[in-house]
């Protein structure tokens, strides 16, 4: 079955970097999209990131450009989430997402980013 482990979250100072990852099993990773996803307290969950199969296109959102890069490694079916210049508005748990044809979206459990001081 479908499986998507993130990590690497935790407490960071405003200014910081965090570098989240997400080990994918359960499917063929080389041949789906990924994407993060992030929720913060009394908000709806929001994309963050997208990376196509093979890793040559990718989308943000305006919020995270020019600070987060998302990247992959299928030899490793693992996604990253690289996040620099961390602003407390980006406290969130951050989600892993798999959306497949018919079956429908697949998320991890999160992992939760605070950035405060």
């Known amino acids: 079955q479908v499986q998507l482990v993130e990590s690497g979250g935790g407490l960071v100072q405003p200014g910081g970097s965090l570098r989240l990852s997400c080990a994918a099993s359960?499917?063929?990773?080389?041949?789906?999209?990924m994407r993060w996803y992030r929720q913060a307290p009394g908000k709806e969950r929001e994309l963050v990131a997208g990376?196509?199969?093979?890793?040559?296109?990718?989308n943000y959102a305006d919020s995270v450009k020019g600070r987060f890069t998302i990247s992959r490694d299928n030899t490793k079916n693992t996604v990253y989430l690289q996040m620099n210049s961390l602003k407390p508005e980006d406290t969130a748990v951050y989600y892993c997402?798999?959306?497949?044809?018919?079956?429908?979206?697949?998320w991890g459990q999160g992992t939760q980013v605070t950035v405060s001081s």
């Open positions: 990376i196509s199969s093979a890793g040559g296109n990718t």
């Open positions: 997402n798999l959306w497949r044809a018919v079956y429908g979206d697949y």
């Open positions: 359960g499917f063929t990773f080389s041949s789906y999209r």
